[in-house]
């Protein structure tokens, strides 16, 4: 499969991005998509993934009440809206499908190439 993320770039302090995911080889309905993030010199870390079906949302402690996720399954699409943004969010973020929500990398199947967010005055 061949997934895409989107709306990376440069913002400021207490900023928004909304990021996308997307694949035009197969769908994602029916699939949980989760969303990684990789800092220079850290371990990828699941920052937030939405289940399939009854649509459940979770999130990393340090994002929820800041990002959401969401799917659009007509547009095939799933968004990360990223507000409130801080210099410790900066990292490349991928999108990830597994059959079911996991904070474990290991157990995704298909992955996008990521998209660089960095926030800096």
């Known amino acids: 499969d061949h997934i895409v993320e989107s709306g990376g770039g440069l913002v400021q302090p207490g900023g928004s991005l909304r990021l996308s995911c997307s694949t035009s080889t197969s769908t994602l309905e029916g699939f949980a998509v989760g969303w990684f993030r990789q800092a220079p010199g850290k371990e990828r870390e699941a920052v937030s993934c939405?289940?399939?079906?009854?649509?459940?949302?979770y999130y990393l402690a340090s994002v929820m009440g800041r990002f959401s996720t969401a799917r659009d399954n007509a547009k095939n699409t799933v968004y990360l809206q990223m507000n409130s943004l801080k210099p410790e969010d900066t990292a490349v973020y991928y999108c990830?499908?597994?059959?079911?929500?996991?904070?474990?990398?290991?157990?995704?199947?298909?992955w996008g190439q990521g998209t660089r967010v960095t926030v800096s005055s």
């Open positions: 939405i289940n399939s079906g009854d649509q459940i949302t």
């Open positions: 990830a499908v597994h059959w079911g929500c996991s904070w474990s990398a290991a157990e995704y199947d298909y």
